[in-house]
């Protein structure tokens, strides 16, 4: 099974790790965030519901991006920062080409209802490849 990295412990990176891991489908999620301890507090909440709920996915929560080498997807979520925002504009276009520089192989997804325009620009400006529907 794969890695995921969700970059992001806001409320949607947070949800995200949580119905993920509730799947058991994936063997280990790391949470991403500026804010460490939140990353590291909401995988931590996540994996001490896995024994009620019936899953053995992994968690962790770190500050590094560098957490996204390896993985088979990285999810561009929301920041824990109050109030939560989601990655967008230049910030959510500069995490997406650092994400994209150090994993070339994984699936890049943007989870936020706002970040069109980042990944507008990806494909634009980053010459990232987007996968069409169909």
Known sequence: M????????GDIGGALARELAALDIVS???????????????????????????????????????????????????????????WIDEGGLALLKRAAGLNQQAFIVC???????????GVNEAGLLRLQKG
């Open 2 to 9: 794969a890695t995921v990295a969700v970059l992001g412990a």
């Open 28 to 86: 280990r999620i790391v949470i991403v965030d500026d804010l460490a301890g939140v990353a590291a507090g909401k995988a931590l909440d996540v994996a001490q519901s896995a024994p009620v709920d019936g899953y053995h996915t992994t968690l962790s929560g770190t500050n590094d991006v560098a957490a996204v080498v390896g993985a088979a997807a990285i999810v561009i979520a929301d920041r824990a920062a109050q109030p939560a925002a989601e």
């Open 111 to 121: 989870a936020g209802a706002r970040q069109a325009s980042i990944i507008e620009k």
